[in-house]
């Protein structure tokens, strides 16, 4: 991108994991812990169970840190008002906002040329891992179902229940939903073992949502790039999109190492990886949050209808009951109405006025 700022970054990469040796003069709260009667693998399967909590980050899981994770929580929706997340740079702190986005990631001149002859290349999709990607919330019924039997607990079959299952949070709805008599202690561990048979769930996926494949291969064929986001962490997403076959669809990743504080964020953070100013990327949810936080980036938003009712997504550009209804000029008439440089700065033309006639003797008489 010729004169403006990039942020490209390779989301396909996996760096190695190797073992880091750091200096004796660290704080403690940087130094790894050994575990002896452990190994590898059982070491790396508490850390991710450990990721997929909501504690503090002065708690604890055996020899590993629990890290705030928004698998079981209400997430926010953010960029109410534009604004965007933070960044560091080599000569200082640097604010990213919708607005600077849409200006810096312009198109140079090649890229003008190359899009008006190919224009769905212009185009920047991004799809969320909820529901859109993969069914995660049979996931979160199935674990909260799990747990419930173990501990000798019947979950109301109540659509309000339902609800709070998927989208409150783990203390809420055991607070609501399975009461008993117990203390921090006790819910700690549950909220253990909610996270656990989550992710032993998520092992068990290796379907995608139906159509998927083949809309990720019909926009693979227009070269339209595509992105995910998720509050997963990348090791289970990269492990999860290989064994459905989709890795190879997705240029882009945004996960729970890029911190992003809210939906929108992960959004933006998107537009960036993909090289694409937000008004110029299309957002598939399932969710009316998600919609809110794509219209917020000045993103367009399809809607998949299943998880919400369509009177529930009334307010996204799109709404289809699956992948097998889209086409790619689909996304053409998303834009038709908007023009090639929408959201972009315009100057308006004034008409000139008629010139005014002089009143002279001639004219009167």
């Known amino acids: ?11 396909q990469a996996q760096l190695p994991f190797q073992p880091t040796s750091f200096p004796p003069q660290l704080p403690k709260k940087f130094q790894f812990f050994k575990s002896k009667h452990l190994n590898s693998a059982q070491c790396y399967h508490r850390l991710v169970v450990a990721k997929a909590l909501g504690t503090g980050d002065n708690e604890h899981f055996g020899d590993f840190p629990a890290t705030p994770n928004k698998i079981f929580m209400e997430e926010a929706i953010g960029a109410e008002y534009g604004e965007g997340f933070e960044t560091f740079r080599p000569n200082g702190l640097l604010k990213v906002d919708v607005d600077f986005l849409n200006d ?7 890229r003008r040329i190359r899009y008006a002859m190919k224009p769905d290349e212009a185009y920047g999709l991004i799809f969320s891992w909820d529901n859109v990607v993969a069914d995660s919330r049979a996931l979160k019924l199935d674990a909260w179902k799990q747990l419930a039997s173990e501990e000798g607990l019947e979950i109301p079959e109540d659509a309000s229940v339902q609800r709070l299952l998927l989208y409150a949070a783990a203390d809420h709805v055991l607070h609501k939903v399975l009461p008993r008599e117990n203390n921090e202690d006790d819910r700690d561990r549950l909220k253990m073992r909610l996270s ?4 032993d769930n998520l092992l068990k ?4 949502i139906d159509g998927l494949k083949e809309w990720l291969d019909a926009l693979s064929t227009a070269r ?3 992105a995910v986001v998720s509050s997963l962490d990348r090791r289970n997403m990269v492990e999860t ?4 076959g989709l890795m190879k669809y997705f240029r882009a990743i945004v996960t729970e190492e890029d911190g992003m504080e809210s939906i929108a964020h992960r959004f933006l953070s998107a537009a960036v990886k993909l090289d694409r100013k937000p008004s110029k990327c299309v957002v598939f949810e399932d969710d009316p949050r998600g919609i809110t936080a794509a219209h917020n980036c000045t993103m367009m ?5 299943g998880a919400h009712p369509a009177y529930d997504l009334g307010q996204a550009d799109l709404a289809v009951g699956s992948f ?3 086409s790619v000029i689909n996304l053409r008439r998303l834009f038709a109405h908007k023009g090639s440089n929408f959201m972009d700065l315009e100057k308006k033309i004034a008409e000139k006025a008629p010139r005014r006639r002089k009143l002279t003797i001639d004219t009167i008489f």
């Open 205 to 208: 996926i290796s379907e995608p």
């Open 104 to 110: 810096r990631l312009q198109e140079g001149f090649l």
């Open 1 to 11: 991108m010729e004169g403006t700022l990039s942020f490209r970054s390779c989301s």
């Open 301 to 305: 938003a399809v809607a998949l209808i």
């Open 196 to 199: 656990q048979l989550y992710y």
């Open 324 to 326: 097998s209804e889209l």
């Open 241 to 244: 999109l290989e064994r459905m």
């Open 224 to 226: 339209i790039p595509c």
